[in-house]
């Protein structure tokens, strides 16, 4: 059965500097990946994903993500964060028609 | 990609009571999904809801506490059954797309009081 790990459960980063979310997922082949966005009080909305092809995928509100076979990964990354980027992000893998999500980081931005 | 909208967007109930949430879709889509998101913690799968067959559903939720309907392909219904504070949560139904994302809904949040 496949799985994912966000390792880190809170970030705090500054307004303006880079950001790094780490994922790693454990499935037997190349699944289909994806991250999730949730803002306080709402649902879910999809930043990015990657089912094949180039593997530094681009996403909205100027997130992109990189697929690394050799280290079964899916970090997502955004040079300059902004205040409303504080939110809950999920990543998330479909292998089979089921969508596993991993723990979430929590990500607060200060001023 | 789909639109989804769910009602109520939250409630407030007693414990022993039923809540119906109703999910709906601007598209016509075959498969619909129901998570439940336990505060503070990620999604787990409810159930896969089929139009015209029975729900599938996750290793520990059961047909006789979490019902679901799916009259057609743009509708469907999750009841959460003889409430506790446990069932205290916010439930999120979702669509699948054409490369195996999924769309969500607002959510559901359920306080049991």
């Known amino acids: 059965a496949q799985s994912v790990t966000q390792p880190d459960i809170h970030i705090t980063v500054s307004e303006g500097a880079s950001l790094e979310l780490r994922c790693n997922y454990s499935y037997g082949a190349t699944p289909y990946l994806f991250w999730y966005v949730q803002s306080p009080g709402q649902g879910l909305q999809l930043l990015l994903k990657?089912?094949?092809?180039?593997?530094l995928v681009q996403g909205i509100k100027g997130f992109e993500a990189e697929f690394k076979r050799s280290q079964s990964s899916f970090n997502l990354r955004k040079p300059s964060v902004h205040w409303s980027d504080a939110a809950e992000y999920f990543c998330a893998v479909n292998a089979g028609n089921m969508l596993t999500f991993g723990g979430g980081t929590r990500l607060m931005v200060k001023p | 990609s789909a639109v989804i909208s769910q009602k109520p967007s939250r409630d407030i109930c007693q414990r022993g009571t039923s809540l119906t949430i109703q999910c709906q879709v601007d598209?016509?889509?075959?498969?619909m999904f129901w998570y439940r998101q336990q505060p503070g913690q990620s999604l787990t799968l409810i159930a896969t809801a089929n139009q015209g067959s029975e729900a599938t559903y996750e290793s520990g939720f059961v047909i006789d506490k979490f019902p679901i309907s799916r009259p057609n392909l743009t509708f469907s219904t999750l009841t959460v059954s003889n409430m506790s504070p446990e069932d205290s949560s916010i439930y999120l139904c979702s669509v699948e797309g054409l490369t195996y994302e999924q769309y969500f809904g607002p959510g559901t949040r359920l306080t049991v009081t």
């Open positions: 990657y089912f094949s092809g180039d593997t």
């Open positions: 598209s016509q889509v075959t498969m």
